[in-house]
C-alpha cells in the first residue's frame, strides 16, 4: 500500500524523493509551473511542505525574493510546526512541546502573507493559513476571515475545503451540527463531477471517529452503525452522484474515492464500494478514512479490498 499518495500528479512523483534528499530546486520548479491551476499547486505546495520540513532553513533563504518559494516556506514551517505537536488532542501535549510547537509555527504567517501579497489571485497561502491559525489559535472570527479571502479566490479549491471542515469539526473551533451544514451546502453547490461533494463523507468519518475515541465498543462496530444509518447513506448517496455524474480528471479523486468508498463499505453499500475502491487501486490516504477503522490503516484497507474481491 503507498500511504499517502492518495493524489495524482506523476510530475511531483518524480520529484518528491529528490526534495527529501535535499534538492529543492526541482521542488520550486514545480511550484512555479502551477501557477494559475490551483489544484495543482495546492497539492504540490502541501506534498512539497511535507518533504521538505527539515529544510525550512535552506527555503528561507529561496524565498528572500520568491513568491513561490514564500508560500512554501510557510507551508513546510507549518508542516515542521505540526510534527512537533504530534496528532494528540491538546490536553495530551506536554508545555514543552506545546511551546516549541507555538514557536515554529508562529513562524509561518509571515512568508504565507508576505506570499498571498505577492500573488493576490492565489489561493494556496489563504488555505496553509487555515492550518495556522487552528494551531495558533486564533479563534473562529480569523479563521472565518482567512476562509472568506480563500473562496474569493477559488470558491471550489477542495484542500481549502478539507481544511475548513477541520476547523468546523467540534474537536476544534464548531460542532457535529456545523461541520455537516458546511458539508452539504458545499454539495449543494459543487459543480458536477467535482470531488470536493466528499467533504460529507469527511464530516461524518469525523464525527464517527469522535464516537469511537468515546466508548469501548470496537471501532468497527461503530462505523458500521453510525454508517449503516439511512440518514447518513442517504447523504452519501446524493453527493458521491453529483461527484459521479460527469466526474472529470483531478488530482484529488483518489482520495474522494476513498472517502465515499470506505464510508459505503462501513454501511453495508459493498457494490458502492467496490466500484468506487477498485478505481483507488493501492494508493491510500495516511490518515482518514481507514485509521479510523485501526491504527494499522494499511493493513486495514488492504483487508477490505480482499473482501471486495478487488486485487
Known amino acids: 500500500?503507498?500511504?499517502?499518495?492518495?493524489?495524482?500528479?506523476?510530475?511531483?512523483?518524480?520529484?518528491?524523493?529528490?526534495?527529501?534528499?535535499?534538492?529543492?530546486?526541482?521542488?520550486?520548479?514545480?511550484?512555479?509551473?502551477?501557477?494559475?491551476?490551483?489544484?495543482?499547486?495546492?497539492?504540490?505546495?502541501?506534498?512539497?511542505?511535507?518533504?521538505?520540513?527539515?529544510?525550512?532553513?535552506?527555503?528561507?533563504?529561496?524565498?528572500?525574493?520568491?513568491?513561490?518559494?514564500?508560500?512554501?516556506?510557510?507551508?513546510?514551517?507549518?508542516?515542521?510546526?505540526?510534527?512537533?505537536?504530534?496528532?494528540?488532542?491538546?490536553?495530551?501535549?506536554?508545555?514543552?512541546?506545546?511551546?516549541?510547537?507555538?514557536?515554529?509555527?508562529?513562524?509561518?504567517?509571515?512568508?504565507?502573507?508576505?506570499?498571498a501579497q505577492a500573488l493576490p489571485d492565489d489561493p494556496v497561502p489563504w488555505d496553509r493559513l487555515q492550518?495556522?491559525?487552528?494551531?495558533m489559535q486564533v479563534g473562529r472570527r480569523e479563521l472565518d476571515r482567512v476562509w472568506s479571502e480563500l473562496i474569493a479566490r477559488d470558491p471550489h479549491l477542495y484542500i481549502g475545503h478539507y481544511s475548513r471542515a477541520q476547523a468546523l469539526c467540534a474537536k476544534w473551533y464548531g460542532s457535529d451540527e456545523q461541520v455537516l451544514a458546511f458539508a452539504?451546502?458545499?454539495?449543494?453547490?459543487?459543480?458536477?463531477?467535482?470531488?470536493?461533494?466528499?467533504?460529507?463523507?469527511?464530516?461524518?468519518?469525523?464525527?464517527?471517529?469522535?464516537?469511537?475515541?468515546?466508548?469501548?465498543?470496537?471501532?468497527?462496530?461503530?462505523?458500521?452503525?453510525?454508517?449503516?444509518?439511512?440518514?447518513?447513506?442517504?447523504?452519501?448517496?446524493?453527493?458521491?452522484?453529483?461527484w459521479r455524474d460527469g466526474s472529470r480528471p483531478h488530482p484529488r479523486a483518489l482520495d474522494a474515492m476513498h472517502l465515499f468508498g470506505a464510508a459505503f463499505y462501513f454501511g453495508g453499500h459493498l457494490t458502492r464500494a467496490q466500484r468506487l475502491l477498485a478505481g483507488a487501486g493501492r494508493r491510500m490516504p495516511e490518515i482518514l478514512p481507514w485509521s479510523a477503522a485501526s491504527v494499522l490503516p494499511g493493513r486495514r484497507y488492504a483487508q477490505v479490498r480482499r473482501l471486495l474481491g478487488l486485487t
Open 131 to 135: 492550518w495556522h491559525g487552528i494551531g
Open 1 to 115: 500500500m503507498r500511504l499517502g499518495r492518495s493524489w495524482d500528479d506523476p510530475a511531483l512523483e518524480q520529484v518528491l524523493p529528490q526534495v527529501k534528499a535535499g534538492r529543492l530546486a526541482p521542488g520550486l520548479e514545480l511550484i512555479t509551473r502551477a501557477r494559475g491551476d490551483h489544484e495543482l499547486r495546492a497539492l504540490r505546495v502541501e506534498q512539497l511542505a511535507i518533504a521538505a520540513a527539515s529544510y525550512t532553513d535552506r527555503l528561507s533563504r529561496l524565498a528572500e525574493d520568491n513568491a513561490d518559494a514564500l508560500v512554501w516556506l510557510g507551508a513546510a514551517r507549518i508542516q515542521q510546526a505540526w510534527l512537533i505537536r504530534g496528532g494528540s488532542y491538546a490536553a495530551y501535549v506536554g508545555e514543552d512541546r506545546f511551546a516549541r510547537f507555538r514557536e515554529v509555527l508562529s513562524s509561518a504567517a509571515g512568508s504565507l502573507q508576505q506570499a
Open 184 to 242: 452539504r451546502n458545499v454539495t449543494a453547490s459543487a459543480r458536477p463531477g467535482d470531488p470536493v461533494t466528499a467533504m460529507v463523507a469527511l464530516a461524518h468519518f469525523e464525527i464517527a471517529w469522535s464516537e469511537i475515541n468515546g466508548t469501548e465498543q470496537s471501532a468497527q462496530d461503530v462505523l458500521e452503525a453510525y454508517f449503516g444509518e439511512s440518514g447518513v447513506a442517504d447523504s452519501l448517496i446524493e453527493a458521491a452522484e453529483k
